[in-house]
C-alpha cells in the first residue's frame, strides 16, 4: 500500500487490508469510540503511517501515553506474542519494531520545548472564548486590539493586555465618544479573568518567541515526518486554555499556509484529541470559525482528524466534513446512547456482510468500524477492521530518554529563553514615568516661586506690568523721614495733578476777583 496509511485488515477473517489513501488524507476524519476501546494505540499507528509516508504529524498527548513513539517497540513486551499473532492475521509481513522521530512541546516548558503564541495572534475572539467574556466584555476587549494597532503598542503576552485595559480606564470618557460606552466594571470584570488565566499557566502561553510553524512542519534527512507530540496530562486541568491553544494553532495554519489544492499526500495532519472540549459551551460564531477552518484548510494541505467518544460530540457541520472514519465500540446503556448509536450507524455506507449498528456495538478492542474515502472522494463502504499492532512502544517513554530526545531535537535552545521586548506594557509604563516626572518637576517650579510671580502667573492683577517686591516696598513711607516732610510731599504731588490744578486756579482767581 504505497500510497496509503496502512490500518489493518477487514473482510472476511480480516485478511482484506485496510488503508487511507494519503491523497484523501487532507480530507480530514473522526476516530471516536468509548473508554479503554483502542482510540489511543489508533491514533499511535496513524501517527507512524504518516510519518513514514512523509508527513509531519502534530498530536496533543492527554494520558501521556503517546510519548513511546520515540522508542521502539521491544520483544521482550508482554504483547510482543500477540502483536505478532495479530500482524500474520491481517497480513502485515514487514512487521517490525522501530522509533519515529518525535519533537516535545509543552506550554509549561517541563515535559518539551516551550510552546508560545502572542496575546496579539491569539486575537480577542479566541481570547474571549478563553476567558468566558460577556458581549459587552468582548466589546472592550476589540477596543483594547484596535488601540492598540492606532496606538502602535505590541500585545506580547498578559502583562501589555492588563497594562492597556488600565490606560483604556483611565481614558474611558475621551474612548466612549468614539467607541461607545466602556465600563470600569466590564474592564474589571476583564482583569480578573486574566488573573485566573495567569494563575492557570497563562504566562507560560503568551510571550516570545512565539511558536514557527515551520517547526512542526518538519520532516527528517531520512525522508519521515516529523511527529510533533503536546504534553497534555497536566494542560488538560485548564481544558478551556488546552482547547483554545489548539484552535489558534489551526487557524494560524490556516491564515499562514498558501493554497496548494489537492496535493498527493498532505503537509501536515493535525490530531485534535478530546475534541468535545472544543464545542462544549461554546459560541456559534467559535463554532462556526471552526466549520470554516474545517471545510477550507483541506486546500492548504492540512488533514485534521478529530478524536473523542461519541460522534454526537462533534457538531453537525464539522462533522460532515469529516470523510474517513474510524469508529471503536459505542456502549449503549440508555435509550440516549442507543439514539446516538443508531445516528452513528447512519452515517456509514452500508455493507451487505453484516448490520453496521450491531457491529458498532460488538467490537472488541483494538477492533473498529471503518470507512475511508475512496476513488474520486466518495465514502468507501464500512468494514470491520482489525486495528495493525504499532512498530513504536506502547505507553509512556522513559523520563531520561524523553530527555535526550529533548536534547537533540532540532529546535533545541531555540524556544527555551524568554524574550521581553519592548511593547505596550513598557510603552505605557515610560509614558506614565514622563508624565510623573514632568509633573514633578512643575510642582517643583511652582514652590520654588515667590507670592508676587505666582499671583502674576495666576493672572491675579489688573496691570499688565511686573511690579517687584522693591517697587512695592518704595511706596512705603521710610522711618527715616519726618511726618512734615511726608506730608509736604503728600501736598505737593496733589497739588502737580489735576485736582491741584484746579484748587490753584480757583484760590488765584478768588484772590484776583477780591481786587
Request: glycine share 10%; hydrophobic share 40%.
Given at each position: 500500500?504505497?500510497?496509503s496509511?496502512?490500518?489493518?485488515?477487514?473482510?472476511?477473517?480480516?485478511?482484506?487490508?485496510?488503508?487511507?489513501?494519503?491523497?484523501?488524507?487532507?480530507?480530514?476524519?473522526?476516530?471516536?469510540g468509548?473508554?479503554?476501546?483502542?482510540?489511543?494505540?489508533?491514533?499511535?499507528?496513524?501517527?507512524?503511517?504518516?510519518?513514514?509516508?512523509?508527513?509531519?504529524?502534530?498530536?496533543?498527548?492527554?494520558?501521556?501515553?503517546?510519548?513511546?513513539?520515540?522508542?521502539?517497540?521491544?520483544?521482550?513486551?508482554?504483547?510482543?506474542?500477540?502483536?505478532?499473532?495479530?500482524?500474520?492475521?491481517?497480513?502485515?509481513?514487514?512487521?517490525?519494531?522501530?522509533?519515529?522521530?518525535?519533537?516535545?512541546?509543552?506550554?509549561?516548558?517541563?515535559?518539551?520545548?516551550?510552546v508560545?503564541?502572542t496575546?496579539?495572534?491569539?486575537?480577542?475572539?479566541?481570547?474571549?472564548?478563553?476567558m468566558?467574556?460577556?458581549?459587552?466584555?468582548?466589546?472592550?476587549?476589540?477596543?483594547?486590539?484596535?488601540?492598540?494597532?492606532?496606538?502602535?503598542?505590541?500585545?506580547?503576552?498578559?502583562?501589555?493586555?492588563?497594562?492597556?485595559?488600565?490606560w483604556?480606564?483611565?481614558?474611558?470618557?475621551e474612548?466612549?465618544?468614539?467607541?461607545?460606552?466602556?465600563?470600569?466594571?466590564?474592564?474589571?470584570?476583564?482583569?480578573?479573568?486574566?488573573?485566573?488565566?495567569?494563575?492557570?499557566?497563562?504566562?507560560?502561553?503568551?510571550?516570545?518567541?512565539?511558536?514557527?510553524?515551520?517547526?512542526?512542519?518538519?520532516?527528517?534527512?531520512?525522508?519521515?515526518?516529523?511527529?510533533?507530540?503536546?504534553?497534555?496530562d497536566?494542560?488538560?486541568?485548564?481544558?478551556?486554555?488546552?482547547?483554545?491553544?489548539?484552535?489558534?494553532?489551526?487557524?494560524?495554519?490556516?491564515?499562514?499556509l498558501?493554497?496548494?489544492?489537492?496535493?498527493?499526500?498532505?503537509?501536515?495532519?493535525?490530531?485534535?484529541?478530546?475534541?468535545?472540549?472544543?464545542?462544549?459551551?461554546?459560541?456559534?460564531?467559535?463554532?462556526?470559525?471552526?466549520?470554516?477552518?474545517?471545510?477550507?484548510?483541506?486546500?492548504?494541505?492540512?488533514?485534521?482528524y478529530f478524536?473523542?467518544?461519541?460522534?454526537?460530540?462533534?457538531?453537525?457541520?464539522?462533522?460532515?466534513?469529516?470523510?474517513?472514519?474510524?469508529?471503536?465500540?459505542?456502549?449503549?446503556?440508555?435509550?440516549?446512547?442507543?439514539?446516538?448509536?443508531?445516528?452513528?450507524?447512519?452515517?456509514?455506507?452500508?455493507?451487505?456482510?453484516?448490520?453496521?449498528?450491531?457491529a458498532?456495538?460488538?467490537v472488541?478492542?483494538?477492533?473498529?468500524v471503518?470507512?475511508?474515502?475512496?476513488?474520486?472522494?466518495?465514502?468507501?463502504v464500512?468494514?470491520?477492521?482489525?486495528?495493525?499492532?504499532?512498530?513504536?512502544?506502547?505507553?509512556?517513554?522513559?523520563?531520561?530518554?524523553?530527555?535526550?530526545?529533548i536534547a537533540?531535537?532540532?529546535?533545541?535552545?531555540?524556544?527555551?529563553?524568554?524574550?521581553?521586548?519592548?511593547?505596550?506594557?513598557?510603552?505605557?509604563?515610560?509614558?506614565?514615568?514622563?508624565?510623573?516626572?514632568?509633573?514633578?518637576?512643575?510642582?517643583?517650579?511652582?514652590?520654588?516661586?515667590?507670592?508676587?510671580?505666582?499671583?502674576?502667573?495666576?493672572?491675579?492683577?489688573?496691570?499688565?506690568?511686573?511690579?517687584?517686591?522693591?517697587?512695592?516696598?518704595?511706596?512705603?513711607i521710610s522711618?527715616?523721614?519726618?511726618?512734615?516732610?511726608?506730608?509736604?510731599?503728600?501736598?505737593?504731588?496733589?497739588?502737580?495733578?489735576?485736582?491741584?490744578?484746579?484748587?490753584?486756579?480757583?484760590?488765584?482767581?478768588?484772590?484776583?476777583?477780591?481786587?
Open positions: 500500500m504505497q500510497d496509511v496502512f490500518i489493518g485488515g477487514g473482510g472476511e477473517a480480516y485478511a482484506t487490508k485496510q488503508g487511507l489513501k494519503l491523497k484523501y488524507a487532507n480530507r480530514h476524519g473522526l476516530i471516536a468509548a473508554t479503554g476501546t483502542g482510540k489511543t494505540v489508533t491514533l499511535q499507528i496513524l501517527a507512524e503511517g504518516f510519518s513514514k509516508a512523509g508527513v509531519p504529524v502534530f498530536l496533543s498527548d492527554v494520558k501521556g501515553d503517546l510519548s513511546g513513539l520515540a522508542a521502539a517497540g521491544s520483544e521482550g513486551f508482554k504483547l510482543h506474542q500477540a502483536f505478532t499473532d495479530r500482524a500474520s492475521k491481517i497480513g502485515f509481513d514487514d512487521y517490525t519494531y522501530e522509533s519515529f522521530p518525535v519533537t516535545f512541546w509543552d506550554l509549561f516548558g517541563e515535559q518539551g520545548h516551550p508560545r503564541t496575546v496579539a495572534e491569539m486575537g480577542p475572539l479566541l481570547l474571549s472564548r478563553l468566558d467574556l460577556t458581549e459587552a466584555q468582548e466589546g472592550i476587549l476589540n477596543i483594547a486590539f484596535r488601540l492598540s494597532d492606532e496606538q502602535g503598542l505590541p500585545l506580547l503576552d498578559l502583562k501589555d493586555l492588563q497594562a492597556l485595559l488600565v483604556v480606564g483611565e481614558n474611558r470618557k474612548l466612549s465618544l468614539r467607541y461607545g460606552a466602556v465600563s470600569v466594571a466590564s474592564i474589571g470584570a476583564i482583569q480578573r479573568r486574566l488573573l485566573i488565566l495567569e494563575n492557570q499557566g497563562g504566562t507560560k502561553l503568551f510571550g516570545e518567541p512565539a511558536l514557527a510553524l515551520s517547526d512542526i512542519m518538519r520532516t527528517d534527512p531520512d525522508g519521515r515526518g516529523r511527529i510533533n507530540i503536546l504534553a497534555a497536566k494542560l488538560m486541568g485548564s481544558p478551556r486554555l488546552y482547547a483554545t491553544f489548539l484552535l489558534w494553532l489551526l487557524s494560524e495554519l490556516f491564515e499562514e498558501p493554497e496548494v489544492g489537492d496535493p498527493d499526500k498532505p503537509r501536515l495532519v493535525f490530531f485534535f484529541d478530546e475534541a468535545h472540549l472544543l464545542f462544549d459551551g461554546a459560541p456559534k460564531a467559535l463554532v462556526d470559525k471552526v466549520e470554516q477552518v474545517a471545510r477550507l484548510i483541506r486546500s492548504k494541505g492540512v488533514g485534521i478524536v473523542t467518544q461519541n460522534p454526537a460530540d462533534v457538531p453537525e457541520d464539522v462533522l460532515g466534513q469529516l470523510g474517513n472514519r474510524i469508529q471503536h465500540a459505542l456502549r449503549a446503556f440508555t435509550g440516549r446512547d442507543k439514539k446516538q448509536l443508531r445516528l452513528a450507524a447512519e452515517t456509514y455506507r452500508e455493507n451487505p456482510r453484516f448490520d453496521t449498528e450491531q458498532i456495538r460488538e472488541g478492542v483494538g477492533e473498529a471503518t470507512s475511508m474515502l475512496a476513488k474520486k472522494g466518495i465514502p468507501g464500512v468494514e470491520r477492521t482489525l486495528i495493525r499492532p504499532p512498530s513504536s512502544q506502547l505507553g509512556p517513554l522513559d523520563d531520561s530518554l524523553r530527555k535526550q530526545v537533540t531535537s532540532p529546535v533545541s535552545g531555540k524556544y527555551e529563553t524568554v524574550q521581553d521586548r519592548r511593547s505596550a506594557y513598557e510603552i505605557l509604563k515610560q509614558r506614565a514615568e514622563k508624565a510623573a516626572s514632568e509633573a514633578e518637576a512643575a510642582e517643583a517650579r511652582e514652590e520654588e516661586m515667590s507670592m508676587a510671580e505666582r499671583e502674576f502667573n495666576a493672572a491675579r492683577r489688573y496691570s499688565g506690568s511686573r511690579v517687584s517686591r522693591s517697587s512695592s516696598r518704595s511706596m512705603r522711618k527715616d523721614d519726618s511726618f512734615g516732610t511726608a506730608m509736604g510731599k503728600m501736598v505737593m504731588k496733589e497739588l502737580t495733578g489735576t485736582t491741584g490744578r484746579k484748587i490753584v486756579r480757583g484760590i488765584l482767581g478768588g484772590l484776583f476777583k477780591g481786587r
